[in-house]
């Protein structure tokens, strides 16, 4: 009773700051976001150390989303007593009040000096409806405060080449939260789909099946007739080429090219489970290679360009001439 209690009144929070009160955020489905990350307590002890509190689990995906060489820490937290529910090989149908949390930082390998975290994203499940927030990390590394507007984040990295690069990191607004995670008119996660979760994890040093991990905490319900597929990983260089290339469609540009997606027009679907011939990818193919070249796909959440995914690509599409 005391922890649902306790998530009862930390979204009573979320609904109940307004313009005068502690924060300012962005409201949809009369739903505010408190100021400051920590309102959230996804973190035990430092928050810079990045270590989960109790009761929240951390998630891999077998396919990541290329954001500017950043890594990413995925944390989902359920109200007490809940759990998700398996339909398909998609996303499963999360409970109401659902928290998914993103971090994305950079090691001290990259920056050549200390861990970078740069920004937090939030999604909460709060009437059947999705909502987002993103929060900039300070300075100092102790807090993360809501960023309505966005921001640009200045820092110099080691690219996987070896190469030092300055760039200006951009944190999205709420509103282009909204356009990468539109399914038609609704809000929607992208990365955790059961067939992007189904891979193996390191669970007190052993190897195990995280959605069979999931399932056996009670965090989970996969009904028997459910048939859950594998997203490939694209990094895989022991798979087919053209799974590769596939899976990097599916995390990096399927959530905006697809029937539903906010590039719908423009007749390409990505998503990996259409067919080559209904994609448009073949059509589509120089297009696809200049615009991934020039660094204008992703349309957001990039500011350079994935040297190794557009390489990937390029050695997909040019194979298609065989086809």
Known sequence: MGNK??????????VNCGPNGSSEGFSKNNMTFPKSLSAF????????????????EVLKLSSALFTDYTEKQRLLKLPPGTKMTAKDDGLPNFPEGT???????????????????IETRILIKYKQKWNAATYQWNEEQTEALLANDGAAVPINIETPDGKSKDIN???????????????????VPIGPKLRNLNVDVLINNQSVSQLGY????????????TSISK????????????????????????????????????????????SFENSGIL??????????????????GTTIV?????????????SLKKK
Request: charged share 20%; glycine share 4%.
């Open 231 to 274: 997203l490939p990983d694209y990094k895989n260089t022991s798979l087919s080429l053209e799974k590769r290339a596939r899976a990097y469609f599916e995390i990096n540009c399927a959530h905006c090219h697809n029937p539903d997606g906010f590039a719908h027009s423009f007749n390409l679907n990505l998503m990996y489970q259409t």
């Open 306 to 318: 994935d040297k190794e995914g557009l390489l990937l690509i390029q050695h997909y599409l040019a």
């Open 41 to 56: 307590k996804l973190f035990k002890g430092k928050m810079a150390h990045l270590v989960p509190n109790d009761s929240i």
């Open 214 to 225: 999931l399932n056996r905490k009670g965090l989970l319900a996969i009904p028997s007739t």
């Open 169 to 187: 990191y951009k944190i999205p607004n709420a509103i282009q939260c909204y356009d990468c995670h539109r399914s038609g008119s609704d809000m």
């Open 5 to 14: 209690l306790l998530l009862l009144s930390m979204l009573a929070l979320f």
């Open 283 to 300: 059509f589509n193919k120089w297009n696809i290679e200049h615009r991934m070249t020039i660094r204008d796909m992703p349309k957001l």
């Open 99 to 117: 928290i998914l949390a993103k971090t994305f930082y950079y090691t001290a390998a990259q920056t050549k000096d200390a861990q970078r975290i």
